[in-house]
């Protein structure tokens, strides 16, 4: 294993690096001849690794981090010795413990300052010859809003250089990244050069080497290990390779040491604890070798770090109707046990897919209507069994191809859907309503793969959404597969992927999330440089979902498996491979870390008009609830305490997905109003259906201590209340579904103060304290609130 040299900062010199103390000329390579454009989305264009540093990736303890060890060298500063020993001067010249002297040796600048250019600066970075021109541009970015613009270039090998001399140490290994994007031409060469001058005179060594476009980023990187001899004037590296007179862009830059502890350390007790939406795992079962309920290592992850499973494989449906009218329930019962006794919730994966299907779904014989009927009756079969034990489905999976036109014969190595084939596109629909009709809380997705990146796919998906929630076809959400490789897609990309989504007002969900560490097959084993540009992927990945997908719009983020020896990703491609996030030891990689620092990437704001789920023109069929809060993501409402009312407390259950009101109860009289806001105006004067399960503390008492009374509000603010009937049919300590049928004008109203019911524009709870002893105590739960 590589020893890492005391953290020594070379003492040198230290002329810090200006832009006229750099001259190229010494060197240089010739532009190489132009390589062709190659695409840039998700290739990986790493060199291949030379270190085979060593494959053991975690060790979790912390190995005493501090480099910076506070004891003075010499502790003794000023003598106290009387050397001379007239005490002629009268105060003994206490030794005051001042010396401010560094006895230790400076602690090393940081490896990279400004690798992002988010502060708008350009500094440290200079041109390497002083004809460069370098600004700090917010015309293009990798992440964030700015990127570094390179002009002004007479000759080839001229570019931004970035000093490293006072940060780095001898003998230690440095990962320098940096993404490259053209400027106004197709394509071009980019190199990334390490410059050293020390006591053996100036050399110029080649670090990495990609083919840059302008309609993409691509990455430049590769491992550095600090080797001088003499006197050291300058350590640098810097961009070039593009012919004179041509710019270029670059952006989110890093320079790691690979073999810092700090670096690889993981420090995540639960992993879950740290959202407020489902962080879910896909998991294998039933009779699968590695089946988790068989797997005490696997168990263990499971419920230290995750809230939600995905079964892998067991609730396909070949798995779930292995021949015509069947089903077979027992091992996704098991699992979804296992979940309950554990307090996660359940994703359901997948109704409709044109794979793993048994034979006689793949080869039934039928006209259209038939089987649209086989479809039905799968969808209603499996979703009716799983009636709510599931927070979610992938209801069609995969029915896109990458040119954005329906999957339907075999293309290439896209294999064709015999869904596609024997009903046209509306089985997607049918699957949908199908599915709402048998679960009328589960949240729907639809959910596809390579829609990070792909806008063409991403445009004909949302297409096919923006229709259904126009025509009333319940779909609440996207799901993302996102299995994705090490180098792409960017940060940025992702975010306006999501976007799009957040635009239409649909949950965003990561379905499958995993990352393919060496899909060009040059890595051997697993380095420290992987595991740390791991956990950087994992981390920007979770801070673009959180920038982008604001709390009530997020289904959650779960990861293709448990660990490595589990990933579907090796026996797919064939080379060693490391996509997860805890190795085949089951011990947490950095990656897990890097998962984590991401969720504390800053929320996406709510949009003014949050989710507009709801189509516009409800057919009297229309299964499409007016509004729904499952409490799945998190909790939006307010207090509303007018004079008088208490303030109650409102929390989001997590594990639970429900909302928790706390009430500091006082006295029998108190009242508390809590509502959420729909940012839109709905029309109820037709009469809806308005219902919300409501769980009791267990001090409740019969005749009713405590009454759960819903209002609605128009946005004049006028309420009208529905009445204080529900002060009965309550259990202490149990979920009770209120239903009140009929919301409109017609309905007989407790108080109605004049509502409006063509605008109404909140809902809201009020909970009373109805004068009964003994006083309630404790949080009330509410969950599933619904209009129909
Ligand atoms: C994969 C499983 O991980 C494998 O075990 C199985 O052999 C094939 O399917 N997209 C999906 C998942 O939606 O269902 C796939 O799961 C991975 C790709």
Redesign the pocket.
């Known amino acids: 294993m590589f020893v890492r040299a005391s953290h020594l900062v070379l003492m040198l010199s230290a002329l810090l690096i200006s832009a006229c103390g750099v001259d190229g000329k010494v060197s240089k390579s010739e532009p190489q001849e132009e390589v062709p454009e190659t695409p840039v989305e998700p290739t990986d264009p790493e060199p291949t690794d030379p270190e085979p540093t060593d494959p053991e990736p975690t060790d979790p303890e912390p190995t005493d981090p501090e480099p910076t060890d506070p004891e003075p060298t010499d502790p003794e500063p000023t003598d106290p010795e009387p050397t001379d020993p007239e005490p002629t001067d009268p105060e003994p010249t206490d030794p005051e413990p001042t010396d401010p002297e560094p006895t230790d040796p400076e602690p090393a600048d940081p490896l990279m300052v400004n690798g992002d250019f988010e502060n708008g600066e350009v500094a440290p970075w200079v041109g390497n010859s002083g004809e460069v021109l370098l600004t700090n541009v917010a015309s293009q970015s990798r992440s964030g809003a700015n990127s570094l613009l390179v002009s002004g270039r007479t000759q080839n090998w001229q570019g931004a250089l970035y000093g490293l001399t006072n940060s780095v140490a001898e003998d230690s290994t440095y990962h320098i990244s940096a993404w490259v994007r053209m400027d106004n031409l197709a394509s071009s060469d980019v190199r990334m050069t390490v410059k050293v001058s020390d006591g053996n005179g100036d050399r110029y060594e080649p670090l990495a080497q990609a083919s840059a476009t302008d309609s993409g980023w691509v990455e430049l990187a590769g491992n550095y290990t600090i080797a001088t001899s003499g006197d050291v004037a300058e350590i640098a590296f810097y961009i070039e390779g593009p012919d004179a007179g041509v710019s270029y862009f670059i952006d989110d830059v890093t320079v790691t040491d690979i073999n810092d502890d700090d670096l690889l350390r993981v420090d995540v007790d639960h992993l879950s604890a740290l959202a407020e939406f489902p962080i879910g795992v896909?998991v294998p079962a039933g009779d699968a070798g590695n089946s988790m309920l068989n797997s005490p290592e696997r168990q263990a992850i499971v419920e230290q770090h995750f809230s939600q499973l995905t079964a892998?494989?067991i609730m396909?449906p070949s798995y779930l109707q292995p021949s015509e009218g069947n089903f077979f329930f027992d091992d996704a019962d098991a699992l979804i046990a296992y979940a309950e006794n554990n307090g996660l919730s359940v994703h359901g994966?997948?109704l409709i897919?044109h794979?793993?299907i048994a034979d006689w779904m793949a080869n039934y014989s039928g006209d259209a209507s038939a089987w649209q009927q086989m479809l039905e009756t799968h969808v209603t079969e499996v979703a009716s069994h799983f009636e709510g034990q599931l927070a979610s489905w992938?209801v069609v999976?995969?029915a896109f191809l990458d040119d954005g036109s329906y999957r339907n014969v075999d293309v290439g190595n896209d294999a064709g859907s015999v869904w596609y084939q024997n009903i046209g596109p509306q089985y997607i629909e049918y699957a949908f309503n199908a599915a709402r009709a048998a679960d009328a809380h589960v949240d729907l997705y639809y959910?596809d793969?390579n829609i990070s990146w792909n806008d063409t796919k991403l445009n004909a998906i949302l297409t096919m959404a923006e229709d259904f929630i126009d025509r009333g076809i319940p779909i609440s959400g996207i799901g993302f597969?996102m299995?994705v490789d090490k180098s792409g897609p960017g940060k940025a990309k992702i975010k306006e992927q999501f976007q799009k989504v957040v635009d239409l007002g649909l949950k965003v969900k990561i379905t499958?999330v995993d990352l393919r560490m060496n899909a060009d097959g040059s890595a051997t084993s697993l380095t420290n440089q992987l595991l740390l540009q791991q956990k950087a992927r994992y981390q920007e990945i979770v801070e673009a979902y959180i920038e982008t997908v604001p709390p009530s719009l997020r289904g959650g983020i779960s990861v293709?498996?448990i660990a490595d020896p589990d990933t579907?990703i090796v026996p797919l491609y064939g080379n060693p491979d490391w996509p997860l996030m805890f190795d085949d030891q089951f011990e947490p990689k950095p990656a897990l870390q890097g998962f984590a620092d991401g969720l504390a990437a800053t929320d996406a704001e709510e949009p003014e008009q949050p989710s507009d789920p709801a189509p516009t023109d409800p057919e009297p069929s229309d299964p499409q609830p007016l509004f729904v809060d499952d409490f799945n993501a998190a909790t939006s409402w307010a207090n509303e305490g007018a004079d008088g009312q208490l303030a109650a407390t409102l929390s989001h259950n997590s594990a639970e997905g429900t909302m928790v009101v706390d009430v500091p109860w006082a006295s029998d009289a108190d009242v508390v109003h809590i509502k959420t806001w729909f940012g839109q105006e709905l029309d109820l004067s037709a009469g809806n259906d308005i219902s919300l399960r409501v769980k009791l503390p267990a001090d409740y008492v019969a005749d009713g201590n405590l009454v759960v009374q819903v209002y609605i509000e128009d946005s004049a603010y006028t309420p009208a209340f529905t009445g204080w009937q529900m002060a009965s049919g309550f259990v202490a300590g149990d979920w009770t579904t209120i239903t009140l049928s009929g919301v409109g004008p017609d309905f007989s109203f407790g108080y109605d103060g004049g509502v409006d019911f063509t605008k109404v524009h909140a809902i809201g709870i009020e909970l009373v304290a109805n004068g009964k002893d003994p006083a309630i105590s404790g949080a009330i739960e509410i969950d599933d609130v619904t209009i129909h």
């Open positions: 896909a892998e494989n396909k994966h997948a897919w794979f793993q992938d999976n995969e959910n793969y597969q299995h499958e293709w498996g579907w």
